[in-house]
């Protein structure tokens, strides 16, 4: 059996694998509230009901690290996540473009649109983070990862 997702959106097959990075949340004004390194994994599972698994590890300098592992499941033509920090669903635009559309849990009255768009190696991705309460954007998350 191989994962639904090779025929309804083939282009996010090509995120599969290890991606280092580093994540960078900036206010408004483009100042620097938050940098970490990151360690992102994706895999997409060919059975099961989970056709999408992600595991992520975080290290801030000092020594504090996060991790923490989803999975996603096909609701019609978009990956649906329920976790305990976010809820929500992503899609891909074409090839190289993904959108998700996240409520936050963690982080009271929150919401953010995340774009991922893939580099044209397949090797080099940038993503954004653009975060909202009460309908006003006030932070944005940066992140530039490499396929190893």
Same mark, same amino acid.
Request: proline content about 3%; charged content about 30%; hydrophobic content about 35%.
């Given at each position: 059996?191989?994962?639904?997702?090779?025929?309804?959106?083939?282009? &996010?097959?090509?995120?599969?694998?290890?991606?280092?990075?580093?994540?960078?949340?900036? =206010?408004?004004?483009?100042?620097? &509230? =938050?940098?970490?390194?990151?360690?992102?994994?994706?895999?997409?599972?060919?059975?099961?009901?989970?056709?999408? *698994?992600?595991?992520?590890?975080?290290? %801030?300098?000092?020594?504090?690290?996060?991790?923490?592992?989803? =999975?996603?499941?096909?609701?019609?033509?978009?990956?649906? %996540?329920?976790?305990?920090?976010?809820?929500?669903?992503?899609?891909?635009?074409?090839?190289?473009?993904?959108?998700?559309?996240?409520?936050? +849990?963690?982080?009271?009255?929150?919401?953010?649109?995340?774009?991922?768009?893939?580099?044209?190696?397949?090797?080099? *991705?940038?993503?954004?983070?653009?975060?909202?309460? =009460?309908? +006003?954007?006030?932070?944005?998350?940066?992140?530039?990862?490499?396929? *190893?």
């Amino acid at each position: 059996m191989s994962n639904p997702l090779a025929n309804i959106m083939p282009g &996010i097959l090509k995120h599969e694998g290890v991606w280092l990075g580093e994540y960078q949340v900036i =206010d408004l004004y483009g100042k620097v &509230i =938050d940098r970490h390194a990151s360690r992102v994994e994706c895999e997409f599972p060919s059975e099961g009901e989970v056709v999408y *698994r992600q595991h992520n590890q975080f290290t %801030w300098e000092g020594g504090r690290e996060v991790r923490v592992s989803f =999975d996603g499941v096909l609701e019609g033509n978009r990956i649906f %996540w329920d976790t305990p920090t976010f809820r929500g669903y992503g899609w891909s635009v074409n090839e190289s473009v993904f959108i998700l559309e996240l409520d936050r +849990k963690d982080v009271e009255d929150a919401r953010f649109t995340e774009i991922i768009a893939l580099g044209e190696s397949g090797r080099q *991705r940038a993503r954004t983070w653009h975060w909202f309460k =009460d309908g +006003k954007c006030y932070q944005r998350t940066l992140c530039n990862e490499t396929l *190893r």
